[in-house]
């Protein structure tokens, strides 16, 4: 839901989600009727000039930013950098852009609590795509869990944070571990607009151990087409947590 109209009433979260803008009717994958493909619906131009453009030059400027990063991934994994290139186009991509507002509010909504006691906005969970490239307002609120709990993650409106999914712990053997971490709740204006990374509906990289090539007895995890765990994985992740 849009949470862009200022006669709304004030919510503890409000988000406007959008897919790839290279989505359009005639997209061979929308012709399919494929799961995980829409195309985008946008507010009405008079109403909020310039949205739909600057939403649609933050997904592409993404997207690069992403391809730029995942070479250093698969350089760091001991791969070519061009390693991600065919699972992860431009015209194909399943990720996402997700603009979220958590305002002030004089009187807030019952929140859940962890069992250690902390408010929580979100519950503990692993990111559901290959990484996320979040960037957000310096209001400290992300935890990551350690070996001894969960510990606060420094905020930055300077910098992007990048958070591995769990189909990149699945491909790497849990080389880069999907974090388990959770969303505190803090009553303060903020902003966080996550972009989370997903590859073709009908990729599957194969996956590996990284490093040098060795003699082992382990095998490896078996392909895993990527528009069926991106389904199984959000089914699950909204169960858990509830669709918030």
Request: glycine share 6%; charged share 25%.
């Amino acid at each position: 839901s849009s949470g862009i109209n200022a006669e709304w009433p004030l919510r503890p979260g409000d988000m406007f989600c959008y897919l790839n803008p290279e989505f359009s009717e005639t997209h061979p994958a929308i012709e399919a009727r494929l799961p995980g493909h829409e195309v985008n619906v946008w507010p009405e131009e008079e109403e909020h000039p310039g949205f739909r453009e600057y939403c649609e030059e933050y997904y592409r400027n993404m997207y690069y930013v992403t391809a730029a990063l995942l070479k250093g991934f698969a350089l760091a994994l001991g791969k070519d950098e061009c390693f991600f290139e065919e699972c992860f186009k431009k015209e194909d991509t399943l990720s996402s852009v997700v603009l979220i507002r958590y305002p002030y509010l004089d009187s807030y909504p019952p929140v859940i609590k962890a069992k250690d006691g902390t408010e929580l906005g979100y519950g503990a969970h692993q990111d559901v795509d290959l990484i996320v490239v979040l960037a957000q307002t310096a209001v400290q609120n992300l935890q990551a869990d350690t070996d001894t709990g969960f510990r606060d993650v420094p905020p930055s409106d300077q910098h992007f944070l990048v958070n591995v999914g769990t189909y990149m712990d699945y491909l790497t053997h849990g080389e880069y571990r999907a974090v388990w971490h959770r969303v505190k709740h803090v009553n303060k204006e903020r902003l966080s607009i996550p972009f989370f990374v997903n590859l073709g509906y009908s990729d599957a990289v194969v996956p590996f151990y990284p490093g040098p090539i060795v003699k082992h007895n382990r095998t490896p995890h078996a392909p895993l087409k990527y528009g069926d765990y991106l389904k199984n994985g959000l089914v699950e992740l909204i169960t858990s947590n509830g669709q918030r």
